[in-house]
């Protein structure tokens, strides 16, 4: 069974530094990961995925990087603002299935 | 990327009503649709798997007689709580599934209270 966890559970820290956020899980038979920025009381807003096939992906100030073999993803932010303050989620999809398993989440706040 | 849309964003019902939510996609036709379920503090937790015309696939421990789904349209899912109950309480999230990098955009939720 396919566990995906995040570490830290919650981060706070000042404007300007360069953070990282960590995902592991369990089985590495992935077809895709995705990490997801979640804002209180609303919906997910995808911020990058990464094939299986793929060692990173980058969007602006965010880096996401996936090494399969060990079952691990980070997720660079840098220069974080306090608007890149809410809950970070990673989740993987299987092969064969079109199911995300989602990661605990990460709360973030930075604040100036 | 693509537009969903859920309503209501929030419903308040008393204990032993149904409650109807509606995931739409707003930009393309999607085959499948899912929802999701979000305790307080918790992450999300697949529910089921709608597909247009067919019956939805639901999740172990989901009970599909409680948690109605029907996707009858290529751009119109809902999801209907029979007979809630104060423990349904949760944050309810749609996604439809774009592309053939499988990758899901998600609705902004609905907000369940049961009194």
């Known amino acids: 069974k396919q566990e995906v966890t995040q570490i830290p559970a919650a981060l706070s820290v000042p404007e300007g530094e360069n953070l990282v956020l960590n995902c592991s899980f369990t089985?590495?038979?992935?077809?895709?990961l995705q990490w997801f920025r979640q804002d209180p009381g609303k919906g997910l807003t995808s911020l990058l995925l990464?094939?299986?096939?793929?060692r990173e992906q980058t969007s602006g100030r965010l880096n996401a990087s996936l090494d399969k073999s060990s079952g691990r993803s980070t997720l660079y932010i840098a220069a974080s603002q306090p608007g890149d303050s809410a809950t970070y989620l990673c989740?993987?999809?299987?092969?064969?299935?079109?199911?995300?398993?989602f990661g605990t989440g990460t709360r973030l706040q930075v604040f100036p | 990327g693509a537009v969903v849309s859920q309503h209501p964003s929030r419903v308040i019902c008393k204990s032993g009503t149904s409650v109807k939510i509606e995931c739409r996609s707003l930009d393309f036709q999607a085959t499948t649709m899912f929802w999701y379920r979000q305790f307080p503090k918790q992450s999300l937790m697949l529910m089921a798997t709608s597909n247009e015309g067919s019956k939805a696939t639901y999740e172990q421990g989901v009970e599909k007689d409680k948690f109605l789904i029907n996707h009858a349209s290529l751009t119109l899912s809902t999801l209907t709580v029979t007979s809630a109950h104060p423990e349904d309480s949760s944050f309810y999230i749609c996604?439809?599934?774009?592309?053939?990098?499988?990758?899901?955009?998600f609705g902004p939720g609905t907000r369940l209270t049961v009194t």
């Open positions: 990464i094939q299986s096939s793929q």
């Open positions: 996604s439809v599934e774009r592309g053939d990098l499988g990758e899901q955009y």
């Open positions: 089985d590495s038979a992935i077809y895709n």
């Open positions: 989740a993987v999809t299987l092969y064969n299935t079109d199911k995300l398993i």
